[in-house]
C-alpha cells in the first residue's frame, strides 16, 4: 500500500561544489510540497590509477548513493556538472552498475528531471541534460522538464532551459548561482514532487 509521505531522491556529482547548491535548491523545491521529503546522494570519484581508492564513506556532504535508494524512492531528480558535453564519468559509472535494477524495473513509471553546471555559458548544459535523460530513459522513467510558464526561463542569462536546471559557474566556479537559476531549479523540484505525488495516489 502506497504511503502518504513521499521520498525523492536527489542524486549528483559535484567536485567544486556548483551542482551541490544546485541540488540543494532542488530539495528546498520538493520539500515546499507538503508530504514529500528530499533524500540527498552522490556518487563517488573514479580515478584511472588502479590503486586509488575512495573511503567507503564521504568525509562530509551527502552520503554516496546505494542501490536501495533507487527501490525506495518515489522519483529521481539526477545532476551532474558537465564534461565535454556529458555528464561526469562518475556518474555515469554509477548508471552503468544498475543492469539489475533495469531487469527488474524498479524505476519504471517513475518520475525523473535532471540539472547540470557548467564552466562556460555553451559549454554544453542542454547535453548533458540530454546524456543524464538516457539511462532514465532506459530505465522506464517519465522524464520532466522546465515548462515556459516559469518566466526565469525567457528571462535567464545565466542558465535555464526546458530540458532541466542549468547553472553557469565559470571557469573556476566562483559565479554565484542568479535568481532565475535558483528558482528555476527550485520549481523543477517542486514539479517532480507534485507529479510523484500524483503517480502515488
Known amino acids: 500500500m502506497k504511503t502518504s509521505n513521499i521520498t525523492l531522491l536527489v542524486l549528483f556529482y559535484s567536485r567544486h561544489g556548483a551542482t551541490k547548491k544546485m541540488a540543494d535548491f532542488i530539495a528546498q523545491g520538493i520539500e515546499s510540497v507538503p508530504g514529500c521529503s528530499a533524500r540527498l546522494r552522490t556518487v563517488p570519484a573514479i580515478s584511472t ?7 567507503d564513506v564521504p568525509t562530509d556532504g551527502a552520503p554516496y548513493v546505494e542501490l536501495s535508494d533507487l527501490s525506495e524512492c518515489a522519483g529521481i531528480a539526477l545532476g551532474s556538472p558537465t564534461r565535454f558535453g556529458n555528464m561526469a564519468s ?51 522513467m517519465l522524464i520532466l522538464g522546465l515548462s515556459y510558464s516559469h518566466p526565469a526561463l525567457m528571462s535567464t542569462s545565466s542558465g535555464g532551459t526546458p530540458y532541466g536546471a542549468s547553472h553557469w559557474a565559470g571557469a ?30
Not at 590509477?49 to 573511503?55: D, F, I, L, R
Not at 531487469?103 to 548533458?128: D, I, M, R, W, Y
Not at 528558482?183 to 523540484?189: F, M, P, S, T
Open 90 to 140: 562518475a556518474m555515469k559509472y554509477f548508471w552503468d552498475g544498475t543492469a539489475a535494477d533495469w531487469l527488474s524495473g524498479t524505476l519504471n513509471g517513475k518520475p525523473a528531471c535532471v540539472f547540470t553546471s557548467t564552466g562556460s555559458l555553451h559549454g554544453g548544459q542542454e547535453s548533458t541534460l540530454l546524456s543524464m535523460m538516457l539511462p532514465l530513459l532506459h530505465h522506464g
Open 49 to 55: 590509477v588502479c590503486e586509488a581508492t575512495q573511503s
Open 172 to 201: 573556476d566556479g566562483s559565479k554565484a548561482i542568479s535568481e532565475d537559476s535558483k528558482q528555476l531549479a527550485i520549481a523543477l523540484g517542486v514539479r517532480l514532487a507534485k507529479t510523484a505525488q500524483q503517480l502515488n495516489v
